[in-house]
């Protein structure tokens, strides 16, 4: 029977960053790897940093699979060696691509989280045994004399112990090995292993990038590449997850509430917390806190500045955060209802309250604020 188990590092319904050969808007990070390897530079360990979403998982793939297919660069035979590589591109018929996309390359491994064996669930980190199997690998002789590659996702993810034990091979790194750290929030590393690492930094992308970054991936924006790309911050993979998952209704609903203030729309509200309350919705509440959260500081910020955010993310959005933020003094307001509101929330979530009591609270508690 096939392996169920979700990936952690997979947005549902997405296709897995192995799978995406193109990667959109971040050739500046290519390069500068293309250019080290060329120059004889290569660094055991590097940091793929930025927000999440922009093609760090991507970007960390397509790296594997150049190192694991392309010839050490600066080699001299009677005909002259290989010519410089002048990209990352790994053609699709290579025998590398089939056995990375059959997860069956044996100079690669895939560090992320794993269910915990007792109770079946998704541990939230990373845990030390997923550190240690490592050392077997490598102590493995390198397939062909080549290299052998580790992509761990999230870097962020690992707990303490774990971190310690990936130090400790940074610290003596095994010949012709790179790790490929993605991580979303670098200050959550320890700094003895951010000093061992080299950094590319991947940027947000622009509206036309996150276009055709959803179009590559197989999902069609359509009309809503504007809404998307004002709630997901230039992150494809959160426009993708708020595409896939509704995001956009939902955001829709949570304007049309806030619309209704002073007098919150209570028949309205109901049955946004009873469809968070649905059997397997999980993943459909959290996504409802971000995007109330993300509401109410659009909402601090048309207060702040005097007029909305240049796009729109829902209908009428614009009308409903001018009507409740008129002054910088309602938009700090504002601030200070979301910072409490969802606070309240986070910790409700955290005790496994009732979603529908909890969104019911937290629109009652942005009411009795606004009121």
């Not at 290299?147 to 870097?155: E, M, P």
């Not at 197989?218 to 997850?241: F, H, I, P, Q, W």
């Amino acid at each position: 029977m096939a392996d169920e188990t979700p990936d952690p590092t997979q947005v549902p319904g997405a296709p897995h960053p192995r799978e995406t050969d193109q990667l959109i808007g971040q050739d500046a990070a290519q390069s500068a790897f293309l250019d080290a390897f060329n120059s004889e530079r290569l660094h055991h360990a590097w940091m793929l940093t930025g927000p999440r979403g922009v093609g760090k998982a991507t970007l960390a793939w397509k790296i594997a699979k150049f190192l694991l297919a392309t010839p050490d660069p600066g080699g001299d035979d009677m005909f002259g060696g290989p010519p410089a590589p002048t990209s990352l591109e790994v053609s699709p018929d290579h025998a590398v691509s089939h056995r990375i996309a059959a997860g069956a390359d044996p100079g690669l491994v895939a560090v992320n989280r794993t269910p915990n064996e007792k109770t079946g669930r998704m541990r939230d980190q990373i845990v030390v045994d997923d550190i240690r199997k490592l050392s077997g690998f490598f102590q493995l002789s390198a397939t062909d004399g080549g290299r052998r590659v580790v992509i761990v996702d999230a870097a962020d993810d690992m707990n303490t112990q774990a971190a310690n034990a990936l130090l400790k091979m940074l610290e003596e790194p095994p010949e012709r090995a790179t790790l490929l750290l993605i991580t979303h929030q670098p200050s959550r590393l320890l700094p003895t292993i951010r000093s061992r690492c080299r950094t590319l930094r991947l940027n947000t992308l622009s509206g036309d990038q996150m276009q055709a970054a959803m179009m590559n991936a197989g999902v069609d924006a359509g009309v809503n590449g504007t809404a998307l790309a004002e709630l997901s911050g230039g992150s494809v993979g959160e426009a993708m997850r708020l595409s896939l998952l509704g995001g956009l209704e939902i955001y829709s609903e949570i304007i049309g509430l806030l619309g209704s203030l002073p007098q919150l729309d209570r028949a309205r509200t109901l049955r946004l917390a009873e469809a968070a309350a649905q059997r397997g919705a999980e993943e459909k509440l959290d996504l409802l806190f971000t995007l109330l959260e993300i509401a109410l500081a659009r909402l601090a910020r048309t207060g702040a500045t005097g007029h909305p955010p240049a796009g729109e993310a829902a209908p009428y959005e614009a009308k409903t955060l001018m009507r409740l933020a008129q002054t910088p003094h309602q938009g700090r307001a504002w601030a200070d209802i979301g910072q409490e509101a969802l606070a309240r929330a986070r910790h409700g979530r955290a005790v496994n309250l009732d979603p529908a009591a909890l969104v019911l609270d937290t629109m009652f508690k942005i009411q009795g604020a606004a009121a």
